[in-house]
């Protein structure tokens, strides 16, 4: 139950990546020296996070104690997703720093609440219960990544909305 979960986190992980790694590199209209740093430390995050998501990939789930291998790279995560919500956006992006609060916040939740899934002797139902809302917590958070990396890169987000 647990290893197939661990395969869900890294699918997961990939395909949010794949969008985000893509307009994370699009540098094309940096004119101002601000709007530069910013970008640059907007791609570190990317970098940091792709990083994570290779990591999460490789992790063998038929290894002891891959669990602890998992949960440190989701720790790992969480900070970069903190470090990202704590940067000071650009004025032009303002309207954006609160989707980065969000996204935080929710990858925190997330990593919490994996914590306590695969640290805790849980019945399947309630270790199911609790891995699929950190999941969906997670899913979240890259959900707002995403949005904000678009817009970032002025592009229209189509039909996509942060309801939830």
């Known amino acids: 139950m647990k290893q197939m979960n661990l395969k869900k986190i890294a ?3 990939s395909a949010g990546m794949l969008l985000t790694m893509t307009a994370c590199t699009n540098n094309s209209n940096d004119n101002s020296a601000e709007l530069k740093e910013f970008r640059a430390k ?3 995050f990317c970098t940091s996070i792709a990083t994570v998501d290779s990591n999460i990939n490789a992790i063998d789930v038929e290894s002891t104690g891959y669990e602890q291998t998992m949960l440190s790279e989701l720790d790992s995560l969480d900070g970069y997703f903190k470090e990202f ?10 309207y954006l720093e ?9 990858m925190d939740t997330a990593v919490t609440n994996y914590h306590d899934a695969f640290e805790n002797d849980y019945s399947d139902a309630d270790f199911t219960a609790k891995y699929n809302y950190a999941y969906e917590n997670y899913s979240r958070a890259y959900k707002r990544i995403q949005i904000i990396v678009t817009f970032f890169n002025g592009e229209i987000s189509d039909g996509v909305t942060v309801t939830n």
């Open 85 to 94: 919500a704590a940067l000071d956006f650009p004025s032009d992006y303002d």
């Open 11 to 13: 699918v997961a992980a």
């Open 98 to 106: 609160g989707l980065a609060d969000e996204a935080s916040s929710y």
């Open 42 to 44: 907007v791609d570190t």
